[in-house]
């Protein structure tokens, strides 16, 4: 069984993107600058996003973080995206999810400037995304696309099934897949909750992409011999034996799925770390294509 290191994938991809931003720099260019909305004080987005920032120190980027309280009006929060959108040196910026109820995502989502939407959320970038056009492609999939094609993971041909259809991830991952490209070619099949006979399909699988939320839903007893696993879940469990007092559990039940897999990601440090890399490595296409305008 190999593990498919997502902390030391990612390390590579911020060491090759951060030989770019010297480049720039040593040219007289600006370095990429990508700014994170946070609204509210949820725990687990504010670990990502500061995880986010920090990463941007790490390989040469400016960042800005624009923290606003819960109470945050949608009429603010639109005019904080607006002026993102006109800043002449914010080349990114992302709107971390979820917002409080009270504010309508999908139109916070289509406030945000297609060329800045470095998240790949805005429906045009998803419509191109779909399409097989030049786009952001969301960070999530983004990052299970290199981490497959850098462990060269034959893809083409091969039943691949996701298991869950949000936006941010199960729904780009199924078309991403299915398309003729490189970790691509595949024959794809998206489950979620009322999918009948979900065991007979995954037991099919040749990959299994596990987005669905639920902590150690995938058993051993519903994989082949031999699968590929990418597991996307994280949460957190009670655990009285460790200090924290909780443990990290993905989707995936890792102690009977890695006995029959021949590669899967870890959690931590499987998927999400790529995640973060693959932001990065938007941000940086964002800034080339802004300088090409500047
Ligand atoms: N919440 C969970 N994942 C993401 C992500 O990739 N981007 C944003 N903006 N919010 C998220």
Redesign the pocket.
């Known amino acids: 069984m190999i593990l498919l290191d997502g902390k030391k994938t990612s390390k590579d991809i911020k060491e090759e993107i951060a030989i770019e931003v010297a480049k720039m720099k040593a040219n007289g260019k600006k370095a990429p600058h990508l700014a994170?909305i946070l609204v509210g004080t949820d725990g687990?987005?504010m670990t990502?996003v500061s995880a986010k920032v920090k990463a941007c120190e790490q390989i040469g980027f400016v960042s800005t973080l624009i923290d606003l309280p819960v109470e945050t009006t949608e009429e603010k929060l639109l005019q904080e995206i607006e002026k993102l959108n006109k800043s002449t040196e914010v080349d990114g910026f992302?709107?971390?999810?979820?917002l409080p109820k009270h504010i309508d995502e999908q139109k916070v989502l289509e406030a945000v400037d297609v060329d800045k939407d470095v998240?790949g959320?805005h429906p045009t970038n998803v419509g191109r995304m779909a399409l097989d056009l030049p786009c952001f492609l969301?960070?999530?999939p983004y990052g299970i696309l290199e981490l497959l094609e850098r462990y060269n993971i034959e893809t083409s041909g091969k039943n691949v099934v996701v298991m869950g259809r949000s936006h941010?991830?199960g729904r780009p991952m199924s078309i991403l897949m299915s398309q003729k490209r490189k970790a691509g070619d595949a024959t794809v099949t998206l489950v979620h909750s009322r999918t009948k006979d979900l065991k007979s399909i995954t037991q099919q699988a040749d990959i299994i992409i596990v987005a669905i939320g639920i902590s150690e839903f995938l058993k051993g007893d519903m994989v082949k011999e031999g699968v590929v696993i990418i597991d996307v879940g994280i949460t957190r469990l009670p655990d009285a034996t460790k200090k924290s007092g909780f443990r990290l559990a993905g989707d995936v039940d890792f102690k009977s799925v890695s006995k029959k897999a021949s590669h899967i990601t870890p959690v931590p440090g499987g998927v999400g770390p790529m995640?973060i890399a693959m932001?990065l490595k938007n941000t940086l296409l964002a800034r080339e294509r802004h300088s090409v305008n500047s």
């Open positions: 994170a687990a987005s990502y992302i709107v971390q999810l979820p998240d959320f969301p960070a999530t941010i991830v995640t932001l």
